[in-house]
């Protein structure tokens, strides 16, 4: 592997994935003598797997329950692949059943239609739901250490993300059924690794993490929400964007509402960001823009990587300044999504012409003051 390319990573469909990206935030951290990152709003993990895998020692965090099982699969286990093989053929030869996840989520083929008769769309096919039952009540009847029932969770979602029926969220479900969501539900041991370094996961709001906890740099990725003014919050929030997984790493069997199934604790009124926020304060600033303010001033750490999406709430002007009376600006790359190439940015007023342009996300490397 080139020592510039991006090592392999994992991940399910996710509407901040940061794969495309991966090349490009490792070579600007390479800039700098960083020997430990905080990886503050970790998703999918992908970002910290491919910081993991090229040395360095990584703090992730996010504080969706689903991101800490995905750190703690692949950020903490010390067993290679071939170790876990007996777990996860055991955990593919139980036998189905019905149940809590059949009930609410699981659809009959109907001809193609993933309308039922209760007239809901559903995100996978009966005969996978059963198998999901089955397993993840496998999963909690082991008894399992925690690394070993992280990977064996792992393994299910990477496995039901590759036979569902919805765009990549669990929102709304296509109407009629996807080719994918025909297929069986076969668990397959994660991408795992034996890592070195103790690296640490954490599940934890940013700014409660942040005055505890130190590191060379601090890449952060939060979510900005839509700048899209007629797209209601709710639409945007992550939370409810992954409700189902959330559940499934808890298997608590929640309350639910409206016609996706959604956790009760994914409601407007409950889950929710202060980086999606789309209100204005006092002083005529958006809350989001003086929350990444606030977390740059917060974190304890010589060096920021951020990103930021052309297509999120915050302005590139007001970013601008938020990146400027923050510190120093070292390096900032652009990357067209449309057409996915970079360009290196040379001048601020570069960056803030083209944060005009739809589909551009840009990367900036700050030394703090």
């Known amino acids: 592997m080139d020592a510039k390319s991006p090592p392999a990573t994992e991940g399910i469909k996710y509407a901040g994935s940061k794969l495309k990206l991966l090349p490009y935030i490792l070579q600007l951290i390479r800039k700098v003598d960083a020997g430990t990152i905080l990886d503050g709003f970790s998703g999918t993990t992908r970002v910290s797997q491919a910081l993991a895998k090229k040395g360095y020692q990584v703090l992730s965090n996010d504080i969706a329950v689903w991101s800490e099982a995905l750190g703690t699969c692949y950020l903490l286990n010390k067993k290679t692949p071939a170790e876990y093989q ?48 089955a397993i993840r009540d496998e999963i909690d009847k082991l008894s399992l250490p925690a690394v070993d029932k992280a990977v064996a969770i792992t ?42 370094k ?3 996961v954490f599940r934890r709001d940013i700014f409660d993490l942040t005055s505890g906890v130190s590191a060379d740099l601090a890449y952060f990725d939060p979510p900005y929400g839509s700048n899209n003014e007629k797209m209601p919050p709710s639409r945007v929030r992550y939370a409810s964007y992954y409700h189902l997984w959330t559940t499934i790493c808890l298997n608590d069997k929640p309350k639910l509402f409206g016609k996706a199934k959604r956790r009760e604790d994914t409601s407007d009124v409950v889950a929710g960001s202060v980086f999606e926020e789309f209100r204005r304060s006092s002083d005529g600033k958006l809350i989001a823009v003086e929350a990444i303010e606030r977390l740059i001033k917060a974190a304890n750490a010589r060096w920021i990587l951020l990103s930021y999406s052309s297509g999120g709430r915050a ?7 938020v990146l400027t009376e923050s510190g120093r600006i070292l390096d900032f790359v652009e990357v067209d999504y449309k057409k996915n190439v970079m360009a290196e940015m040379k001048w601020t007023n570069e960056w803030l012409r083209d944060s005009e342009q739809p589909h551009r996300e840009f990367l900036f490397l700050i030394e703090k003051k």
């Open 86 to 133: 007996v777990l996860i053929d055991h955990l593919n030869s139980v036998n189905p059943i019905d149940g809590w996840f059949t009930e609410h989520y699981g659809g009959k083929p109907n001809g193609g239609c993933a309308v039922q008769a209760d007239g809901l769309k559903k995100p996978w096919q009966i005969h996978n739901t059963r198998k999901l039952d």
């Open 155 to 196: 393994s299910l979602i990477l496995a039901l993300d590759g036979v569902d029926n919805t765009l990549g969220h669990f929102v709304s479900y296509l109407q009629d059924w996807s080719p994918r969501s025909y297929k069986e539900l076969v668990l397959k041991v994660p991408g795992v690794f034996v890592n070195e």
């Open 198 to 200: 103790e690296h640490k």
């Open 315 to 321: 302005t590139a002007e007001e970013l601008n300044n």
